[in-house]
């Protein structure tokens, strides 16, 4: 089992230019989640997927859009991209009658 | 929103010493992780506690959940090179959603 993957692994942007963040997991697992991370602040919640077919605001959701594209795979899309979105992107899951996530390895995105 | 605070933010004490590190919020939690993140992957659980003064050790950590179940601390006996990392507490609200709210991390280095 891979677990939770994330593609890519590095990018750098232009501001304005769009792209979108791969996510996919081999668990089996229900629920889906985006997350930043920056310095000083943990991580927070962009947006997150209870089941295929259903996505959620989390914390941060301005700039983002995301789909679950099936059971395995919840992707995040920059429309437009701005610096205040440089960070780095973690993808987690997690299965029915448990709390724990398991996460990504993540994915560092500059705009510059 | 619910916010998890940790401290302290940064920690750097010799191999061999004692610490605590902890997390505090001003809203309950029906139950509390702690993630451990080392550099270029993603968090990984190390523990959870669901009851409210529950104990629990993990080798040479040792984990408490508040009575009041709003703040939980992490001990380390005996820190080694291997505990350096970025602890990460995370809540699970009382109102039983898909969320959970994460501190602002700890980043441990543990000098030789």
């Not at chain 1, 437009?80 to 987690?92: E, G, I, K, M, N």
């Not at chain 2, 997390?23 to 080392?38: A, G, H, I, K, T």
């Not at chain 2, 609200?93 to 441990?108: D, M, Q």
Request: net charge neutral; proline share 4%; charged share 15%.
């Amino acid at each position: 089992n891979a677990g939770v993957t994330q593609t890519p692994k590095f990018q750098v942007l232009k501001t304005g230019q769009s792209m979108t963040l791969q996510c996919a997991q081999d668990m089996n697992h229900n629920s889906m989640y985006w997350y930043r991370q920056d310095p000083g602040m943990g991580l927070r919640l962009i947006y997150y997927s209870a089941s295929e077919g259903t996505t959620d605001k989390g914390e941060v959701p301005n700039g983002y859009n995301v789909s679950r594209l099936n059971k395995r795979e919840f992707s995040l899309r920059l429309e437009s991209a701005a610096p205040s979105q440089t960070s780095v992107y973690f993808c987690a899951s997690r299965g029915l009658g448990s709390y724990e996530q398991y996460f990504g390895p993540g994915t560092r995105l500059t705009v510059t | 929103t619910q916010l998890l605070e940790q401290s302290p933010q940064f920690l750097s004490i010799q191999e061999g010493e004692n610490l605590t590190v902890y997390c505090n919020s001003s809203s309950v939690f029906s139950s509390l992780q702690w993630y451990r993140q080392e550099p270029g992957e993603g968090p990984v659980l190390l523990v959870t506690v669901v009851t409210g003064g529950e104990v629990k050790k993990l080798k040479r950590l040792t984990f408490q959940f508040g009575d009041a179940r709003k703040d939980s601390s992490l001990h380390i006996t005996a820190a080694q090179t291997g505990d350096t990392g970025l602890y990460l507490c995370a809540g699970v609200s009382n109102f039983g959603n898909e969320k959970l709210t994460f501190g602002t991390g700890t980043r441990l280095t543990i000098i030789p």
